[in-house]
């Protein structure tokens, strides 16, 4: 199947800092990436649809200013957290859509905001 | 509105059993539905889906999941668990309208007992 990959897998950070996590598709484009937010023992809450060469569509109750989605390219999705605060900490994970509709996952990032 | 429901937070099986995670669905039109498992600190991984065709689709390691229309169901099932089967299980529908929009499943936690 299709490969998506995350970078970093862990980030720990301080309060008041800003990460990126990079979503990368390895071996097929995708005009269309998106980001999950999973919080312990619960199930995905989609964050955004991010789309290639064009702004974001976020999900009602998302901040846009806090998090920074940009898709520069068919292969590569950034979400930038900025202003990290301890309730931001959570498991972040990315998807990539391929030609057929199936949605590929990423193998997730942990971020831990101190 | 689309959703999918998983009613069992948990399913315990012998290895060697024939095991069952259950999904019922609630879709406007067609429904595609998915079936993804998440190990530990992971993303989610690709079983198989639905769009059309037969209602028995097969997926990968040897799960397949049967799709009723008539009990809006779909339910995944494989033969003879492995303990590496063990693993947090997960329904999808796409959205019927806006194809970029996936509905997870509260997710089922899968134990396979040596």
């Known amino acids: 199947g299709a490969v998506v990959s995350q970078h970093p897998s862990w980030v720990i950070c301080k309060s008041g800092t800003s990460v990126k996590i990079e979503c990368r598709s390895l071996d097929f484009q995708a005009t269309t990436m998106f980001w999950y937010r999973q919080f312990p023992k619960q199930s995905l809450m989609l964050m955004a649809t991010?789309?290639?060469?064009?702004?974001?569509?976020?999900e009602q109750g998302v901040e846009k200013d806090k998090f920074l989605i940009n898709h520069a390219s068919l292969t590569l999705s950034t979400l930038t957290v900025t202003s990290a605060h301890p309730e931001d900490s959570s498991f972040y994970i990315c998807?990539?859509?391929?030609?057929?509709?199936?949605?590929?996952f990423g193998p997730g990032t942990r971020l831990t905001v101190l | 509105a689309q959703s999918v429901a998983q009613p069992e937070d948990q399913v315990n099986v012998a290895e060697g059993n024939p095991l069952t995670v259950k999904c019922t669905y609630s879709v406007s039109g067609n429904p595609y539905l998915f079936w993804y498992v998440q190990y530990p600190n992971r993303g989610l991984q690709f079983l198989l889906k639905y769009i059309t065709g037969d209602n028995l689709v097969k997926g990968s390691y040897g799960f397949e999941a049967e799709f009723n229309k008539s009990q809006t169901s779909f339910h995944l099932k494989k033969p003879s668990a492995l303990v590496s089967d063990s693993a947090l299980y997960f329904c999808a529908v796409r959205d019927s309208y806006n194809f970029n929009k996936f509905y997870f499943g509260s997710g089922t936690k899968l134990n396979v007992k040596p």
């Open positions: 991010s789309n290639e060469g064009s702004k974001a569509t976020y």
């Open positions: 998807s990539a859509r391929d030609s057929t509709d199936t949605q590929y």
